[in-house]
C-alpha cells in the first residue's frame, strides 16, 4: 500500500526516538512491498526556533494531508520560562484541535519481563492489560482562561455530543477486549462530571448493552488502579483526569518510555507518539526508551493504514526484544543497559 506519513520529531529526545520509528517502518515498508512516503516536519520548540511559531503552517498543512502522524516529543526549559508568548505546547494543542481527534488511546500492558521494574510488587502488577481513551480537545485545557491581578481562572466544559463521542469510541474497544468498562468523572463535585456521568449511563444502556458499565471517581480510580490494575479493562475519562492517571498508570509498566499512544477522530488518520515527554534530564545522551515511540509506530499501522500483521509484528518484536534483555537505563535495573540505538537494533532484528 502507499501511505503518506508526516515525521515531527520535535525536541529533546523526541529525534532520538523517532529516527528509530522512522527505521523500522523503512524495514517493514521493504518487507512487506509498501510505500511509505515520509515527510520530516518542524514542530514544537525546534520550530519556534526556527520560525517563531511551534506549529508553522506548512507543518499543519503536510499534517493535515497525511494519512497520519508521529510525533516524538515537544518541549524543554529553553521555551518554558514562565513570561513566555509561545510555547511549544501550544502547538500540541492546536494540533490536536485541527485534526479533530477528539480520542486518545493509551494502552498499558506489563511485560513479564519488567515486573521487576515497577515500584510495585509483581504479584499486583501481574496480568495487566488496560486501555485508557483519554477525551482530548475538551474539559479545562481548552476552556477559556483569565488572569487578573490576584486572581486566575481555567473553565471547564463538555457538551453531550462529546461525551458521547468518547464514550461510543470506548464502548466499541471494549466490545473486542473484556467487555467491561469503568468510566472516571468526579461527579460528587463537578456539574460537568454529572453530564458525563448521564451521558455516559444513557449511551451504555441504550446501544452497548452487553458492555459493563462502572462508574468511578477520579480519586478512588486513581488508588485502585495501583491496588488492583489487573481488573480494569478499559477505562474512559475527561482530558484533565487522563492525563494525570495515565502518566499514574505508567508506572505499571515499570517507565514512560515504554508507553505508546494514539489519538483518533472519525475517519482514520491519526496522531500517534509515545506518552512520554522531551526528557530534556537525559537528551543527547542516547539512553531513551525507543519502545514507546516504537509501540506507537505500531497503532500507526494498525489505526491508520489497517496494516495489522505489520503492527502485530512490530509489537512482537518490540516485546521478543524486552525479553531477551535489551532494556535501556530507565527499565534495566541491574543487568546492564544498552543504547537507544541498540535497544532498537534488537527490534529490528527480530522484525
Ligand atoms: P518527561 O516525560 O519528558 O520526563 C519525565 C521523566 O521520565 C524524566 O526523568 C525522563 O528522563 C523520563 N523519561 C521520559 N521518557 C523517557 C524515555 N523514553 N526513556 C527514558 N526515560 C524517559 O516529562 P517532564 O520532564 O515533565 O517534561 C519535559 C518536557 O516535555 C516539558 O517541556 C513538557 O512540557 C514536555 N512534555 C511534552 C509532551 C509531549 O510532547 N506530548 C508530554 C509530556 C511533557
Known amino acids: ?177 473484556r467487555r467491561k468498562l469503568v468510566s472516571i468523572d468526579k461527579a460528587n463535585v463537578l456539574e460537568t462530571s454529572r453530564l458525563w456521568r448521564q451521558v455516559t449511563s444513557r449511551v451504555m444502556r441504550e446501544e452497548f ?6 462508574h468511578m471517581l477520579v480519586d478512588s480510580a486513581a488508588m485502585h488502579l495501583i491496588r488492583r490494575p489487573r481488573d480494569f479493562d478499559v477505562l474512559v475519562t475527561e482530558n484533565m483526569f487522563g492525563d494525570i492517571l495515565t502518566d499514574e498508570a505508567s508506572m505499571l509498566a515499570g517507565s514512560l518510555g515504554l508507553l505508546p499512544s494514539a489519538s483518533l477522530g472519525e475517519g482514520t488518520r491519526g496522531l500517534y507518539e509515545p506518552i512520554h515527554g522531551s526528557a530534556p534530564d537525559i537528551a543527547g545522551r542516547g539512553i531513551a526508551n525507543p519502545y514507546g515511540m516504537l509501540l506507537s509506530a505500531a497503532l500507526l499501522l494498525r489505526h491508520s493504514l489497517g496494516l495489522t500483521a505489520e503492527a502485530a509484528a512490530l509489537e512482537a518484536a518490540v516485546s521478543d526484544a524486552i525479553g531477551a534483555g535489551a532494556l535501556t537505563p530507565d527499565v534495566a535495573g541491574a543487568t546492564g543497559a544498552v543504547s537507544t540505538r541498540e535497544a532498537a537494533e534488537a527490534v529490528l532484528a527480530r522484525l
Open 1 to 177: 500500500m502507499k501511505a503518506h506519513i508526516a515525521v515531527l520529531p520535535g525536541d529533546g529526545i523526541g529525534p532520538e526516538v523517532t529516527a528509530e520509528a522512522v527505521r523500522a517502518l523503512r524495514a517493514l515498508e521493504k518487507r512487506h512491498g509498501h510505500i511509505f512516503t515520509l515527510t520530516e516536519l518542524p514542530f514544537g520548540g525546534a520550530a519556534i526556533d526556527l520560525t517563531g511559531n511551534p506549529l508553522p503552517e506548512p507543518t499543519l498543512e503536510a499534517c493535515r494531508n497525511a494519512d497520519a502522524v508521529l510525533l516524538g516529543a515537544i518541549g524543554g526549559p529553553k521555551w518554558s520560562a514562565p513570561e513566555a508568548k509561545v510555547r511549544p505546547e501550544q502547538g500540541l494543542l492546536e494540533l490536536r484541535r485541527a485534526l479533530r481527534v477528539y480520542a486518545n488511546l493509551r494502552p498499558v500492558k506489563v511485560h513479564p519481563a519488567l515486573l521487576g521494574a515497577s515500584s510495585l510488587k509483581s504479584e499486583v502488577l501481574q496480568g495487566t492489560d488496560l486501555i485508557f481513551v483519554r477525551e482530548l480537545t475538551g474539559g479545562i485545557y481548552f476552556g477559556e482562561k483569565r488572569r487578573e491581578a490576584d486572581c486566575a481562572t481555567d473553565v471547564c466544559t463538555y457538551t453531550v455530543a462529546e461525551i458521547e463521542r468518547i464514550v461510543r469510541a470506548a464502548a466499541r474497544l471494549a466490545q473486542k477486549r
Open 209 to 214: 448493552p452487553e458492555v459493563a458499565l462502572e
